[in-house]
């Protein structure tokens, strides 16, 4: 099933997984043997299931716009509609085809889908497509006033920031390429961008690339369903933090500087909502995924922000002396969080650890992902 990541006009040809909407994994008559004394059509089903699995995270990798994700299983005259989100999935009841509310209750699903707006059927609708420039357009929250606090307190998680809202001010960007997809079915779906805040003069090709001036990062943090307030995104409060702090020492050099960041809201009605799992999944969804109690469950929020300079990846280093330089760099990068900031880097790897170049040939650190 296609959806319209592209113009219509442009979908020639076999689809592939840039441009579905939803996967459909249909399965036959079980010819082998019984397993742990499940039926035929148990097995078929799970098998369905496994294929749908793989299919949606293709669609996660290739697909700019997609918060979460459809599919349905027809096993044997027994269909089931699944709904992909970041902390799991969710299957429902089966819809007998061989019956008439069966198939009044599979229609009604596709009439559904057909008359929803974008935001309802997993589609991104503050990233768009740029058709005379060939790039995308992104909406990039602008950094809320009230996070920009030299308190430490302000990294804990009482920034007062309302789920609803009246007003969204957003900033464009454009991207046309990509440094990381988002291939993993669960989890925070990480996409990062090469972007620009100033859109293209001409149509974008090969000989006429984006020149990106800032690293663009859009992702799913998680956080404690306990949490008083949504919004309260903990990289974006430590970029604000971290931003004031830098002036005061050396190694503030050794991390990025963000230009704008924020928690990416869906317009419903007269009010700006910010996007996470709950507000997708709804009042009688949201507490079935994952099980456990409620106050050790974690939910996802959507948060999209811009980062300045532009790093090469430590497999671009020229001797064991840069290494070496870099790694001095990052530990001094390290203990300036810790002990100014109050921060502990949690995820110290290969690929959160940047370096530039300078005209004279020497190389600085880089020390990423702070969430």
């Not at 078929?44 to 669609?59: D, I, K, S």
């Not at 920031?161 to 464009?172: E, K, L, M, N």
């Not at 940047?354 to 880089?366: N, S, Y």
Request: glycine share 8%; net charge negative; hydrophobic share 35%.
């Amino acid at each position: 099933m296609r959806t319209l990541n592209r113009p219509v006009t442009t979908l020639t040809g076999k689809a592939d997984y840039s441009d579905l909407f939803a996967v459909i994994e249909a399965k036959g008559e079980y010819a082998g043997p019984s397993s742990c004394g499940k039926s035929g059509l148990d097995i078929v089903t799970e098998q369905a299931f496994v294929q749908l699995f793989g299919y949606t995270r293709q669609m996660y990798a290739t697909q700019f716009r997609l918060r979460f994700a459809w599919g349905l299983t027809q096993c044997r005259g027994e269909t089931r509609a699944c709904l992909f989100v970041n902390s799991g999935a969710i299957a429902s009841h089966a819809m007998d085809l061989h019956t008439p509310k069966g198939r009044s209750q599979l229609v009604r699903l596709l009439v559904d889908w057909s008359l929803g707006e974008p935001h309802q059927l997993g589609i991104d609708p503050t990233i768009r497509w740029c058709e005379d420039v060939d790039c995308w357009e992104f909406d990039v929250p602008r950094s809320p006033a009230d996070l920009a606090s030299t308190d430490s307190d302000s990294a804990s998680g009482d920034s007062g920031i309302d789920d609803d809202s009246r007003t969204y001010d957003t900033v464009p960007y454009y991207v046309s390429g990509l440094y990381v997809a988002a291939d993993r079915l669960f989890g925070r779906h990480t996409r990062c961008y090469p972007a620009t805040p100033l859109k293209p003069k001409e149509r974008l090709s090969a000989r006429t690339p984006m020149e990106g001036v800032a690293i663009l990062k859009d992702s799913w943090a998680y956080v404690e369903s306990k949490r008083r307030v949504v919004g309260e995104l903990g990289e974006v409060k430590f970029h604000q933090l971290i931003d004031v702090k830098a002036r005061e020492s050396e190694a503030g050099e050794f991390l990025p500087t963000m230009i704008h960041g924020g928690a990416v809201r869906m317009k419903m009605g007269d009010v700006y909502v910010v996007d996470t799992t709950d507000s997708v999944l709804g009042d009688k969804l949201k507490d079935t995924l994952p099980t456990g109690p409620p106050e050790l469950r974690f939910r996802y929020e959507h948060m999209r922000m811009t980062t300045t300079p532009i790093a090469s990846h430590l497999r671009h280093v020229e001797s064991v002396y840069e290494i070496i330089v870099i790694a001095k760099q990052v530990l001094d990068a390290i203990w300036f969080l810790y002990d100014k900031c109050e921060v502990l880097h949690r995820d110290l790897s290969y690929n959160n650890i940047m370096f530039l170049r300078d005209k004279d040939g020497g190389v600085r650190a880089m020390l990423i992902d702070l969430d």
